[in-house]
């Protein structure tokens, strides 16, 4: 299990320092493959980033245009497509909405804890969990392309 960002999702913390881990993360990890993060795609990123509850393409277009005023869909949507292809955000395919992922950098297709009442969203990294899909995939001689798991249920915070 992923042990940071993962059990802050519903607990007081300073996020400000989630935020700032995840930039300078998104940087490394850009400037180390040359990709570019332009401060567009970095401002998409900071905003998905604005909590642990996945947030919506429009809700992303509806705060960048604050400060980018000619910013579309189109706009928006691709900046999100360049952050998940270079692994620094999920789609919660659940909630057609973006998360940040908390092992940026390492690969691996992420598991995540819905709450139905707060929205927090925790990310698990189980390798264990990703092998043992994998071979039921194999095992039934499908070719595998995507993995989506997404439990929802309470989190411990609405669950008490
Ligand atoms: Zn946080
Ligand atoms: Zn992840
Ligand atoms: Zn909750």
Not at 12 to 20: K, V
Not at 45 to 58: E, F
Request: hydrophobic residues 40%.
């Amino acid at each position: 299990m992923a042990a940071r960002g993962a059990a802050q999702a519903h607990q007081t913390h300073n996020h400000r320092e989630c935020i700032e881990d995840a930039l300078k993360r998104a940087r490394e990890i850009c400037a180390g493959r040359g990709a570019q993060l332009t401060p567009l795609r970095e401002k998409v990123l900071q905003i998905v980033w604005r909590s642990h509850k996945p947030v919506g393409a429009y809700d992303v277009l509806d705060e960048l245009a604050r400060s980018h005023k000619s910013a579309r869909p189109p706009t928006v949507y691709r900046a999100l497509d360049f952050l998940m292809g270079e692994g620094l955000i999920h789609k919660i395919e659940s909630l057609n909405a973006y998360l940040g992922c908390v092992e940026a950098g390492a690969p691996h297709s992420g598991q995540f804890l819905i709450c139905r009442q707060c929205g927090a969203t925790e990310e698990i990294v189980d390798a264990k969990l990703e092998t043992a899909l994998d071979q039921a995939a194999k095992q039934a001689h499908f070719a595998g392309e995507r993995k989506v798991v997404e439990i929802s249920g309470l989190c411990a915070r609405c669950a008490a």
